[in-house]
């Protein structure tokens, strides 16, 4: 079966530090991969999404950047953290079913 | 573009009491139409779909949707609910193009 991996799961970082934040898919090969970004009753906001290697499109203009250097593995950075970007991150797949995504348990980011 | 309204952030009701939240969509295409379920802290998880066939779909603990293609709606029911339903439910619509639209999401809070 399929299972999905994010980590860290909770971070607190300082203002203007780096982030990478990284998700990981087990049991499928070429999923579509997604990072959401879910701040306080906002609901979710679509940020990157790639469908394979080296793929990635932004929905967003930020300081956020995102990479998939493998298959299985998608990865959110940033080389300067603001404010604003603390919230619920939340990484999902999907892969044959019309676009039923499948997300991971999420990383809660607090920047200070 | 597609878009995603949910009328209601939060809809307090009595635990056995039924309970409907509603879910509206707007697309020129036709559409795949989901319902999440976020409890506290964790990601998101499928609860049903409607992609094609029957537009009454239910999912296994008991919730169901129906999709009203005149009405371009997707409501969320159960005809009588428990503490353990209390959580965050969001609709998402897709269209085929890899991405789904997420509405802002309804709390349901149950209490005895």
């Known amino acids: ?112 | 573009a597609q878009s995603v309204t949910q009328l209601d952030s939060q809809v307090p009701v009595f635990e056995e009491a039924p309970v409907e939240l509603r879910c509206n969509y707007s697309s020129s295409v036709s559409v795949y139409l989901f319902w999440y379920v976020q409890y506290p802290n964790q990601g998101l998880q499928l609860l049903l779909k409607y992609l094609s066939g029957s537009t009454l779909v239910k999912s296994i603990n008991g919730f169901e949707a129906e999709f009203n293609k005149s009405q371009t709606s997707f409501h969320l029911r159960k005809p009588s609910v428990h503490i353990s339903d209390t959580a965050e439910y969001f609709c998402a619509v897709g269209t085929g193009f890899q991405k789904l639209v997420f509405g802002t999401g309804t709390r349901l809070l149950v209490s005895p």
């Not at chain 1, 306080?40 to 394979?52: D, N, T």
């Open chain 1, 1 to 112: 079966s399929q299972t999905i991996h994010q980590w860290p799961a909770t971070l607190v970082q300082p203002v203007g530090s780096p982030l990478s934040l990284e998700c990981t898919v087990e049991g499928t090969s070429n999923p579509n991969l997604y990072w959401y970004r879910q701040a306080a009753g906002r609901g979710l906001q679509l940020l990157f999404y790639s469908v394979g290697i080296g793929q990635i499109s932004s929905e967003v203009p930020q300081n956020l950047s995102a990479s998939r250097p493998q298959d299985r593995q998608f990865i959110l950075s940033s080389k300067k953290l603001l404010l604003s970007d603390s919230g619920f991150y939340l990484c999902a797949w999907t892969s044959g079913s019309p676009e039923t995504q499948y997300f991971g348990p999420g990383t809660r980011l607090l920047v200070l």
